[in-house]
């Protein structure tokens, strides 16, 4: 499934997984560590709940810079 990414995602950024089903609540995580090769990346992602796993983004996934200081 193809990624909707636009830009390449950094560390700190925030994750949302949007729900499959009626009522599924969606996730929030922040990326703690950018793994894989440019062309197919992935991330280690730190949940909400404490958990980290690691992330292969698709179509579900949407990232949203963090505020970064100029």
Do not use: C, F, N
């Not at 990414?5 to 950024?13: E, F, M």
């Not at 609540?25 to 197919?40: H, K, N, Q």
Request: proline content about 9%; aromatic content about 4%; glycine content about 10%.
């Amino acid at each position: 499934m193809p990624s909707t990414l636009t830009k390449p995602a950094r560390i700190g950024d925030t994750v949302e997984v949007v729900g499959h089903h009626v009522g599924e609540a969606r996730r929030l995580g922040t990326i703690v560590e950018i793994l894989g090769e440019p062309a197919r990346p992935h991330y280690r992602i730190a949940w909400e709940d404490g958990h980290e796993t690691v992330l292969y983004p698709g179509a579900d996934v949407r990232v949203k810079p963090a505020k970064r200081k100029r």
